[in-house]
């Protein structure tokens, strides 16, 4: 089966680091997608793993484990504007798989 | 660019009612995806296209969904007959290319439905 697990909500202070975790049991692996959903809003996209390691994009940071499933979303020097709902999604058999999604707020 | 453009944004119907959704992609992009995100669900694949030919359908919940994309640039989403259940709201999302390599799909800003 095809499972995605991330936590339902989390909270952080402004300027603060939070880190957002992703679990997943896929029947294929070609990649795993971070997106962010501002409510009301589409998804859009964030970063890309498909190696094993860390991927940096500015105030963000995405790491990958392939051999234990795992990835996470570091998001550094907090904003009020991150609070939002951030998406994992496993590539599997050429289809996007996502977890339920975090619901991340940000607190001054 | 406009991006993804799906219509209508909001949609209010009584269950039984045939509901349509549009899509239309960005010019370029072979390949359009429809999802459907629930609380309880997160973000669903209903179903894709690769240069207007369905690939994967295998979400799609039942015979009472159906979608088509007659051109590159235009695809529908039929709901017949709807029901309470199917309240959600429905994205499209396209991307120019979808193989062995990243490529991010980029989202429309979605059709929320309610069905009473």
């Known amino acids: 089966g095809q499972n995605i697990d991330q936590p339902t909500e989390m909270t952080a202070t402004e300027g603060a680091i939070v880190q957002i975790n992703c679990t997943y049991q896929?029947?294929?692996?070609?990649?795993l997608f971070w997106y962010q959903q501002h409510a009301g809003e589409a998804p859009t996209f964030l970063s890309y793993?498909?190696?094993?390691g860390l991927e940096e994009k500015g105030r963000f940071s995405s790491f990958l484990s392939r051999s234990k499933g795992y990835s996470y979303l570091l998001l550094k020097e907090l904003q009020m504007k991150d609070s939002a709902s951030y998406l994992c999604?496993?590539?599997?058999?050429?289809?996007?798989?996502f977890g339920t999604g975090t619901r991340l707020q940000v607190f001054p | 660019d406009a991006g993804v453009i799906q219509s209508p944004r909001h949609e209010v119907t009584e269950m039984g009612q045939e509901v349509t959704l549009r899509c239309k992609p960005i010019?370029?992009?072979?390949?359009l995806f429809w999802y459907r995100q629930t609380m309880m669900r997160g973000l669903e694949l209903l179903i894709y296209?690769?240069?207007?030919?369905?690939?994967?359908d295998s979400g799609m919940p039942e015979d009472r969904f159906s979608a088509k994309m007659p051109n590159a640039s235009f695809s529908t989403l039929k709901i017949q007959p709807s029901e309470p259940r199917d309240s959600a709201v429905y994205f499209c999302?396209?991307?120019?290319?979808?193989?062995?390599?990243?490529?991010?799909?980029?989202f429309g800003p979605g059709t929320r439905l309610t069905v009473l």
């Open positions: 999604a496993v590539r599997s058999e050429d289809k996007l798989i």
């Open positions: 896929t029947s294929g692996f070609n990649g």
């Open positions: 010019s370029g992009h072979d390949y």
């Open positions: 296209f690769n240069n207007n030919v369905p690939i994967d």
């Open positions: 999302a396209s991307t120019p290319i979808w193989g062995y390599s990243y490529n991010e799909q980029f």
């Open positions: 793993n498909v190696l094993d």
